[in-house]
């Protein structure tokens, strides 16, 4: 897991490295063949936004993060689905056309 500790050299990391660094690291983890789920039984402490301002500041930096994340597993997804039991190649090509169907789709 030295990778998570790496510095950020191209526009790309920070990105991905600085503004979603909690999503990096799952994403680290799944490609070292760990599992990643999740407990609505545990307990953590946040700041939520509680303005609308906070809330689109928020997701301005999370939404760039989440698309690097998922670009950084779809590069190498083979030695993730190799490595991965719980990645296959389904979940795979849900992670291709999910951020299709976000921008395409009209509300």
């Not at 790309?12 to 999740?38: A, I, K, N, P, S």
């Not at 992670?95 to 921008?103: A, I, S």
Request: aromatic share 12%; hydrophobic share 30%; glycine share 2%.
């Amino acid at each position: 897991m030295a990778k998570y500790t790496t510095m950020a050299t191209e526009p790309r990391h920070f990105v991905q490295y600085d503004q979603g660094e909690d999503r990096w690291l799952c994403t680290l983890l799944l490609q070292q063949g760990y599992r990643v789920e999740y407990s609505a039984a545990s307990d953590a402490l946040t700041h939520c936004p509680e303005q609308f301002g906070e809330f689109f500041t928020q997701r301005r930096r999370w939404v760039p993060s989440t698309m690097a994340n998922i670009i950084d597993l779809l590069v190498d997804y083979k030695r993730t689905i190799r490595t991965n039991p719980d990645i296959s190649s389904p979940y795979i090509a849900y992670q291709v056309e999910e951020p299709n169907e976000n921008l395409t789709s009209r509300k």
